[in-house]
Each structure stands twice: as C-alpha cells, then as structure tokens.
Nanobody, 123 residues
C-alpha cells in the first residue's frame, strides 16, 4: 500500500528553526494535495499548511511568514521549513496526503497520515 514517513522533529530553542520532511512510498499513481497538521496536548489537530499538486500553498494565520511548505514531486516528498519557532508551536506534527493508489485493478484516491513527529520548543 502507501506509507508516509516523517522526519526532522526535535527540540529547538525559541527563535530557532527546524525542517520537517515527509516521504510517501508505495503503489502511488499520483499525489494531489499534501499538508502538515499539528496537535498539541489537550488540543484538537489543526491545519498548519497545505500545498497542491501545482504548488499553490495555504497557511494557518498563526504560522504565516514563519513557516514555508514545499514539495518535491520527483521524490514524493513534502517539506515544512519552520523558522522563528515559538513555544506555542510545540506539538506533534503530522503529514497528510491525498494519494491516488493503483491497485492494479483500479485507481482510487485515499487520504493518508504519517505517524507524527514531535516538535518541542523550549529554552
């Protein structure tokens, strides 16, 4: 099937930067939108940023101007560059992608989630 594998999370001081990566693999026919969500303890999961297959982007107001989402279609990978990190950015970050899967008999679209990568912002 399809897997999303994230990397790049960790501990960073306020004002620091991190770059998250998420690589999709498996029976992929095509990837439509890819995005990043986050969930802090006791809070609902929220959209951070999304990028379409054509490169159009959208961001949560709380991260505009600090975070940048990009993708490498040849590598089936989406990135999230996070700059000027704040303590309130701390959360588990999840990759999400809408992927058209070729089962050999048909091509269908599914939404997949990564396993999550934790980001801690603390001095």
């Amino acid at each position: 099937q399809v897997q999303l594998v994230e990397s790049g999370g960790g501990l960073v001081q306020p004002g620091g930067s991190l770059r998250l990566s998420c690589a999709a693999s498996g029976s992929i026919f095509a990837i439509n939108a890819m995005g990043w969500y986050r969930q802090a303890p006791g809070k609902q999961r929220e959209l951070v940023a999304v990028i379409s297959s054509g490169g159009s982007t959208n961001y949560a107001d709380s991260v505009k101007g600090r975070f940048a989402i990009s993708r490498d279609n040849a590598k089936n990978t989406v990135y999230l560059q996070m700059n000027s990190l704040k303590p309130e950015d701390a959360a588990v970050y999840y990759c999400n992608a809408v992927i058209m899967v070729d089962s050999g008999k048909s091509i269908r679209s599914y939404r997949y989630w990564g396993q999550g990568t934790p980001v801690t912002v603390s001095s």
